[in-house]
Structure formats: C-alpha cells, structure tokens
C-alpha cells in the first residue's frame, strides 16, 4: 500500500465527494471505526450482507451484498479512496481485487497468512530470529491421517486446533493422548488442523501495534487477558499486571511479527506467558489478529489514541503516533448472557432478555459503556464493553469489582 500524500479529513475531490474509507465488514469493530473516521471528518462505507450490521447502520453509504460478490466490491472500490477490513475471515481473493483499485490495509497477504494457522506458525518461526526469540508452542500440522500418525509423542498432551474459522475457543479440542488426537480430529472433520503442546500456562496478554506505509510502527501497552470458555472476559492494563520486561520484549516481537510481513494497519498479536522451568516466566506466542482487538478496547478511554484512531491513520497514510495510556484501566467483555442471568437487579436467570443494570453500572466513577448497537443478545453474543479507567490501580480495581458484583459476573 502506498499513502502518499495522505487522504486528508474533510477533504473533497474535485466533483464535491468528501474523503471516503472504505471497510469489509460490518460488525462491531467495523462500527468503532467508522464512529472514529466520522469524528475525524472522514466519510465511510461499510460492505456487509447483513442490512442491521451495526457499522452499517451507522455508516454513510452500506453496500449490502456477499464479501466476494464481484459488483459490490466495485462499488466499494468506487465510493472509497481507502479500504480495511474489521475480521480476518474476509475472502483474502476479495482484498487483493479491490487492492488493484485502491489502497487496502491491511493487504491480501498478511489478511491470508492469519486467516491459517499453520501459515501463521511458521511466519512467527521466522521471525524469531528478530524478536528475541519469541516462538509459538511446539506443534506439528495434521493434513492426512499419515501426518495424524506421525505425531511426536512430546506433542502430547496438547489441543488440537483447525488451522481455518476458529476463533473464541471454537474449533478446538484438548487431547491427552493417541486415541483423544484420532477422536477429536474425527469430530472436526478431518480439516487441516495444528496440534500445538499443552503449555504450562500461567497467564495471557497482548500487544496492539499501528504500522504505516513508510514503516513507522507505534506499540499500545501490553494488555494481560483473561479468557472463560475460549472468549476474552476481563483485560487489565496498568504498572504491575505484566512483568516490564516481558512486557518491552512483547512489544519488540509485535513490531517484527508486523514488519516482517510488511503489514500496514493495526495488528494484535496474542502470548502465553508460561512457566520457564527456572522460577520464571516466558512467552510464547500463539496467535495475531490483523484488525483491531477486543483486548484494545480500553484505549478509547484510557489513551489519548484509540487502536481506532490509530487504524483510521494507518489506513488514510496519516501520521502515528505513539500512543500514550494516561489512566489505570481494566475492560470488561459483555456477552448476551449478561440479558438472561441473575444479577444485583434481578435476583433469578430469565428465558427473556432483560436490559442489565446499566444506570448502577454508570454511577460507578470511571465507567465508561460501550453498546454495539445488536438488535438482540443471545448468550455468547458480543453485545458491547465496559471500560473503567481512575486515578490509581486500586480505585481502577474497586471499581471493577463493584461492576463485576452488579452484572452477576466472576470477580476478578
């Protein structure tokens, strides 16, 4: 992708059309794009089959037809002068034929490389020369039973993982030995799957980076993660959560994952921090998203750069800048469940959707609600976040705990 000169906000083009970024999905990591584009003076178009997508509903033109419908990526290309996109299972083929028209960021390549796993292990193995040794977990690739049968042994125990469309814990499986690998495989079809050895876990983070077309790269703080049943549940991000200097070394492998595969757009890369057999900890990297990430959520109100904003610059060629965290912060991740169960309100679980607590949740100092716009919630649905940022750690952490107590939800 070439930026140069950069698409300007606000800016018209000689028949009166504003600036216009273009993105390939609608869901809600398209919609905090678009909200971001639009306060910057940006124009934006949203490409989605679904007519209630929330980044369409909201976005000025909606192109509503299949990701790879020849037509409707025409007409993207021709209302835009800047493409993204805000999942990585957008046809890869579809990115490379608008890349013929316009700037798309990130590109085809990168967008392919993350969209299979075993692709993606292996662009983390080279790069591991440049990124202080930071691998992925030992694994091996299972295409044909003969690879199933050629296993390592020390692969084992380990989760088996299909190597394409998994994501929030779906298309896995733990298996302690032969006869568990053979099963699980068996039950995900036989796909092109990647066996990764059961780590000794100790706890998750990741690293959020922005990276131009001229190569400037910029890193957001290392986030510590928290998953329940395969989905991210809680981030927190302040001085203490992770080690600094396991920290600089995740921000130093992020940025070479990025350059090396001449990424352009916002990237997170998600680590194991696992037991070192010394007393210590190590990482271990496990997978990247090549879009913002729900672990990013909380710089809309804890930086004075969003990983939307930094998106929104990356794709139109402007200036990054290194963000800057001004507040302890803590990201809380809420699912359609949240309707259904008991909380401070309501003290029994209900067959209907009942709106949660918010007004509580709102008096609380530091809250701050992000709702994405769903028609309806359903358990495991993504239905929004909440940020909480403070003055100090400890009030961050209260107030979290006072959250968490009002939605039903685990403490922390």
């Known amino acids: 992708m070439t930026a140069t000169p950069p698409l300007l906000p606000g800016a018209t083009d000689a028949s009166g059309r504003p600036t216009t970024l273009g993105v390939m999905g609608g869901g809600q990591l398209g919609r905090m794009f678009v909200q971001a584009a639009?306060?910057?003076?940006?124009?934006?178009?949203?490409?989605?089959?679904?007519?209630d997508s929330p980044a369409g509903l909201i976005s000025h033109h909606h192109i509503r037809c299949a990701y790879?419908?020849?037509?409707?990526?025409?007409?993207?290309?021709?209302?835009s002068d800047a493409i993204t996109t805000e999942f990585e299972n957008v046809p890869a083929p579809a990115l490379a034929s608008l890349a013929a028209l316009r700037p798309v960021a990130p590109g085809a390549a990168s967008v392919a490389i993350a969209q299979d796993r075993a692709a993606e292990k292996a662009h983390f193995e080279r790069c591991a020369?440049?990124?202080?040794?930071?691998?992925?977990a030992p694994h091996a690739s299972i295409d044909t039973p003969d690879q199933l049968a050629a296993v390592a042994a020390e692969l084992l125990p380990g989760i088996l993982k299909t190597a394409r469309l998994g994501y929030d814990g779906k298309g896995q499986a733990r298996v302690k030995d032969r006869a568990e690998l053979a099963a699980a495989w068996d039950r995900l079809g036989r796909v092109p799957c990647v066996l990764e050895r059961l780590m000794p876990l100790r706890a998750e983070c990741s690293v959020i980076v922005a990276r131009g077309a001229d190569d400037q790269c910029v890193s957001f703080p290392v986030q510590k993660n928290t998953h329940r049943d395969g989905i991210l549940a809680v981030t927190e991000v302040y001085e203490g959560a992770i080690d600094p200097a396991l920290a600089r070394r995740a921000q130093a492998?992020?940025?070479a994952i990025a350059r090396q595969l001449g990424y352009v757009g916002v990237l997170c890369v998600e680590y194991f921090l696992v037991d070192d057999g010394r007393g210590g900890l190590d990482l271990v990297v496990n997978e990247m998203a090549p879009r913002p990430h729900n672990?990013?959520?909380y710089t809309q109100n804890a930086c004075d750069v969003s990983q939307f904003e930094a998106q929104v610059r990356a794709v139109a060629g402007l200036p990054l800048r290194a963000p800057v965290q001004h507040s302890p912060a803590i990201m809380l991740n809420l699912l359609g469940d949240l309707w259904f169960a008991p909380n401070a309100r309501h003290a029994r679980a209900s067959d209907t959707p009942v709106t949660p607590p918010w007004d509580e949740v709102l008096a609380l100092p530091g809250t701050h609600l992000h709702l994405?716009?769903?028609a309806s919630a359903r358990p495991g649905r993504k239905m929004g976040h909440l940020n909480i940022t403070g003055p100090t750690v400890a009030a961050v952490r209260g107030t979290a705990a006072k959250a968490l107590a009002l939605l039903g939800l685990p403490p922390l």
């Open 372 to 374: 994405y716009g769903k």
């Open 129 to 136: 020369a440049d990124n202080d040794g930071v691998r992925p």
């Open 38 to 51: 639009q306060a910057m003076g940006f124009s934006t178009a949203v490409l989605d089959p679904d007519a």
């Open 68 to 79: 790879d419908d020849p037509k409707g990526l025409a007409q993207l290309a021709q209302c």
């Open 295 to 297: 672990s990013g959520h």
């Open 253 to 255: 492998a992020t940025m």
